[in-house]
């Protein structure tokens, strides 16, 4: 299937929709999910036009990834997290609602149970501090 444009990781690339941003470079950017299952809950997406993980270039992949390790690091940090789950899916029937690849990053506590999957909308002065706690262990 070809890639459409129009999905809101799109939108939010090309600054035609806001996001709580903690990290950017020249080719992933990482935010803040809107939905959070968990406090914490960032998203890493390549900048290149890519459905999921399939049609992914390797190389993109790689330096994604690369974020993906890093903004771990730092959304372990700023919520104290014994754990960090990463969960990616691709194709409706995985799961998968926005069609650009993209990395969930999930602070794990035992005894904390994630919530649904984009379901209940943050409170958005909270999202602002929670990404603000990342942007600081980043450094
Ligand atoms: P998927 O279901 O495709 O793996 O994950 C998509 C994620 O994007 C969900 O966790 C959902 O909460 C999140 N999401 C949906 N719309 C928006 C949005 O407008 N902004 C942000 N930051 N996240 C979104």
Redesign the pocket.
């Given at each position: 299937m070809a890639y459409n444009d129009e999905n809101?990781f799109a939108k939010?690339l090309r600054g035609d929709?806001p996001?709580?941003k903690v990290y950017e470079d020249d080719y992933s950017l990482a935010?803040?999910?809107?939905?959070p299952?968990v406090e914490g809950?960032t998203?890493v997406i390549p900048k290149n036009p890519t459905e999921n993980l399939h049609d992914a270039d390797p190389v993109i992949l790689g330096h994604t990834m690369g974020t993906v390790q890093k903004v771990a690091a730092a959304v372990k940090q700023a919520f104290t997290a014994p754990g960090i789950m990463i969960?990616q899916?691709n194709g409706a029937p995985a799961?998968?609602?926005?069609f650009h690849l993209?990395f969930?990053i999930l602070p794990r506590a035992n005894g904390i149970d994630i919530a649904m999957?984009?379901r209940d909308m943050a409170d958005f002065t909270l999202l602002e501090t929670h990404a603000q706690r990342i942007r600081e262990a980043l450094g």
């Open positions: 809101i939010i929709a996001a709580f935010f803040m999910d809107v939905m299952q809950h998203l969960a899916l799961g998968q609602t926005v993209h969930h999957h984009a």
